[in-house]
């Protein structure tokens, strides 16, 4: 009993806590994730407050927020969207993943931690926030705008490109060789080919085990099913993220519309407690001295995801403020780079630095993204301002 | 990205999926700029109209009902009846359209059509009401009035001026 109470008292302060964090993140207008991993961080070795007794319920619930994440991403898009996403945007897409994954390759080559790290600390640096982005545009009103279509279309490659990339990385973690690794990416595109196909030929039954018209059901089965995939996914050797992705793909229609509407407080829930999490497992003590890779990872990262959103939209036509606007938009990473990074810290197939160093990097992006996003315009209009000056 | 352009009304529509969120339908005005509407994949309606410096960026976005929807829709539609009406009445020598108002307090405030005897006195066809923005096409004789509604005739303009008199005074 006594432990129970110890509990209880324990995770409501952890849960209170983070709700005051959140509430003064989006005051400011920022993603409250870089506040929940500095709270993480505050509860850990040598932190404020130590937490003894809900380590087994917090790890189970920072998986369930991977799970959640990962679901919740492949509900987002339709599988038509991403189709004629990928046919309408695959240039974009390329330059966005060639641009933005080579820092983190480089900088974990450069820093001696083998090939498999750089494949990590590339999914890191590669992978925007799109719940960042897409708040950040809702914010500040640029639904209607013509570089939106254009930053969204980005979003969606990246979120098929983490289809093929996650099976890719699951099998590397687990220690696979290169001829494996090859075998792998073979199968994982076969598979996400195959769960496209499905979606979009017979996405209505897949939904339809899941959708019931009473919420309750819906939303047991729904989790019911995201679990099971997710745990035999990881089973199989497959990681459970993935499952889940596939899974989130798969349902389709106005029943993946219903399913992100009901789980989206759930996730944000589970997700927080990932963060803290994550926060936790990492040593504050190991970020001075990756700090300066950290810094010079969001300056090279920050200019190509600008580079890319100014490209992307450059081939649509749009004038230059736009495209300034596209480029802006797109530098916030946040979520999924620490899904990446907490697989590959969770594996152990990968120096400890790596979670101080993508920590480090998530805290920046995630600040400077929405803050590059608001001033950009300012700072676009007075950079004209002072072209026109010096040339009159 | 894929743009399918039909044609309304002889205006080019654009429309744009926005990924994740819903739909963008706009068009393009004669003096440039666009005007559009976002569907939300949740079924929320949001106006949008762009900037006039930069064309690619919108300074106005307001969510709208449904209702508030089909109220403006009879807003920017109610002139344009009238415009429609005329246009056809053109023809026809010596009859045109009138929208008069039927001002509170008027003694037909409250009272049906049929009681304003409007075709037998003046020889004027009440073709619609507007009332509150929306349109009531041919309304039968037990159509109730109110006050403020707007009352499209079609006749000569001396019996047009009869029906203003007596919507007016009975």
């Known amino acids: ?392 | 990205m894929e743009r399918k352009s039909p044609k309304i009304e002889g205006v080019d529509v654009t429309v744009t999926p926005l990924p994740g969120l819903g739909t963008q339908q706009e068009f393009t005005t004669g003096s440039g700029r666009r005007i559009g509407v976002i569907t939300h994949r949740d079924g929320r309606i949001e106006l949008i109209v762009s900037d006039a410096q930069d064309p690619d960026k919108i300074c106005a976005a307001t969510e709208l009902t449904g209702e508030e929807t089909s109220t403006l829709a009879n807003l920017l539609g109610a002139p344009q009846l009238v415009g429609k009406l005329t246009e056809q009445q053109r023809e026809v020598t010596g009859v045109t359209t009138w929208q008069l108002p039927l001002v509170p307090g008027s003694p037909y405030d409250g009272r049906t059509l049929g009681e304003t005897e409007m075709r037998t006195r003046t020889s004027v066809s009440i073709v619609a009401v507007i009332r509150n923005g929306s349109v009531h096409p041919s309304p039968r004789p037990d159509f109730v009035f109110a006050g403020e509604d707007l009352v499209v005739m079609v006749g000569t303009t001396e019996g047009l001026r009869a029906a203003s008199e007596i919507l007016e005074n009975g």
Do not use: C
């Open chain 1, 1 to 392: 009993m006594q432990h129970t109470a110890t509990a209880l008292i324990e995770l409501g302060a952890v849960f209170f806590g983070l709700g005051i964090l959140g509430r003064l993140a989006w005051r400011i207008g920022l993603s409250p994730i870089p506040l929940y991993l500095l709270g993480g961080l505050a509860f850990g070795q040598g932190g404020l407050v130590p937490l003894t007794g809900i380590e087994p319920f917090t790890e189970l619930a920072s998986e369930i927020g991977v799970v959640l994440l990962l679901l919740l991403l492949g509900l987002e898009y339709s599988a038509s969207e991403l189709v004629t996403g990928l046919r309408r945007s695959w240039t974009a897409g390329l330059v966005d993943a060639v641009l933005n994954a080579a820092p983190g390759a480089l900088v974990a080559l450069l820093l001696g931690w083998g090939p498999t790290a750089a494949l990590v600390l590339a999914g890191v640096t590669y992978i925007s926030s799109s719940g960042i982005i897409a708040k950040i545009l809702a914010d500040l009103g640029r639904l209607g705008n013509r570089e939106t279509p254009v930053v969204l279309s980005v979003l969606v490659f990246e979120d098929l490109a983490m289809a093929v990339y996650l099976p890719i990385l699951t099998a590397l973690l687990a220690g696979v060789g290169i001829m494996g690794g090859l075998g792998t990416v073979g199968i994982s595109v076969l598979v996400i080919s195959l769960v496209l196909v499905l979606a979009l030929r017979y996405g209505r039954y897949v939904s339809a085990v899941v959708d019931s018209p009473d919420p309750e059901v819906f939303l047991l089965r729904l989790l019911g099913a995201a679990l099971l995939v997710a745990g035999l996914a990881a089973r199989l050797q497959v990681s459970a993220a993935v499952g889940a992705f596939l899974l989130g793909i798969a349902i389709s229609g106005s029943t993946a519309a219903n399913a992100s509407r009901m789980l989206t407080p759930l996730r944000d829930l589970f997700a927080a407690v990932f963060f803290v999490v994550f926060g936790l497992n990492t040593d504050p003590s190991a970020i001075p001295p990756v700090l300066p890779f950290a810094l010079l990872l969001v300056v090279l990262t920050t200019t190509t995801k600008f580079l890319t959103g100014w490209v992307a939209a450059a081939r649509q036509g749009i004038r230059r403020m736009g495209r300034a606007r596209a480029g802006a938009a797109l530098i916030a990473r946040g979520e999924f780079s620490i899904v990446i990074a907490g697989l590959a810290v969770g594996s152990g197939a990968v120096p400890g630095q790596l979670a101080a160093l993508s920590t480090t990097y998530v805290l920046l992006m995630a600040v400077i993204g929405p803050v590059a996003a608001r001033v950009v315009e300012p700072v676009a209009h007075r950079v004209v301002n002072t072209v026109a000056g010096a040339r009159s």
